[in-house]
């Protein structure tokens, strides 16, 4: 079982669209969540850190479910600039870090 | 603020040789972290810096990969000898403050590595 589980779509869908991403994460230990935004072939950015209590940044809500190790990112009045593949990336450690990634999401938004 | 830069940002090699990738982190940044993304796979961790001390190195693939970090500024990733499993792209990153996980770690564009 891969430790941090996306589908990887593509997801096509229209500008003004809600889009919703899942991902899953195998070890009940990780520490801390995040959404990193890639575009191709560039380097990975953070998008948002996922918390406990869910947090929410403009059009990007992102949402943590520590009992079902499930972690989601919905992106709402999708954009053609929202374009892109995003990773689901998970820490296990406590203290420092060490990232382990999802393969990626990827969503293309038409006009 | 520059971010963090790699050289070079491509590299064509043939299998047997060697190839030394270089990252510079962000100006302050006591953490660097090497990473990998082969072709179709997710981007995996290799390593990680502290200073000039490697606190992880268990994503290291085998011992034909060297990663150094002298003075704890810039770091350079040596493989040598190059097999075609090698192929990929290089990230470096690097974070400021290590005792919260939740600090962000900064990418570097990669270098995109080719072994023929």
């Known amino acids: 079982r891969k430790e941090v589980e996306q589908d990887p779509g593509p997801f096509n869908v229209p500008e003004g669209a809600t889009v919703a991403f899942n991902c899953t994460y195998s070890?009940?230990?990780?520490?801390?969540f995040f959404w990193y935004r890639q575009d191709c072939r560039k380097e990975p950015k953070l998008l948002m850190s996922?918390?406990?209590s869910g947090n929410e940044d403009g059009r990007f809500t992102a949402q943590l479910n520590r009992a079902s190790q499930y972690i989601s990112l919905l992106i709402r009045d999708s954009k053609l600039s929202d374009s892109a593949t995003y990773l689901c990336v998970v820490n296990l450690n406590s203290g420092y870090s060490t990232l382990t990634f999802g393969k990626g999401t990827m969503l293309l938004v038409s006009p | 603020e520059a971010g963090v830069t790699q050289f070079p940002s491509h590299s064509v090699i043939e299998k047997g040789q060697t190839v030394t990738l270089r990252c510079d982190p962000i100006s302050g940044h006591d953490n660097l972290y090497w990473y990998r993304r082969v072709m179709g796979k997710e981007i995996k961790f290799l390593l990680h810096f502290v200073k000039e001390s490697k606190q992880d190195e268990s994503g290291m693939p085998n011992n034909r990969f060297l990663a150094e970090r002298t003075g704890g500024t810039y770091s350079t990733l040596k493989v040598q000898p190059a097999e075609l499993e090698d192929s990929g792209v290089y990230f470096c990153?690097?974070?400021?403050?290590?005792?919260?996980?939740?600090?962000?770690?900064?990418f570097g564009p990669g270098t995109r590595l080719t072994v023929l």
């Open positions: 990153a690097s974070s400021q403050d290590q005792t919260d996980s939740y600090n962000e770690q900064f």
């Open positions: 996922v918390y406990s």
């Open positions: 070890n009940s230990a990780s520490q801390s």
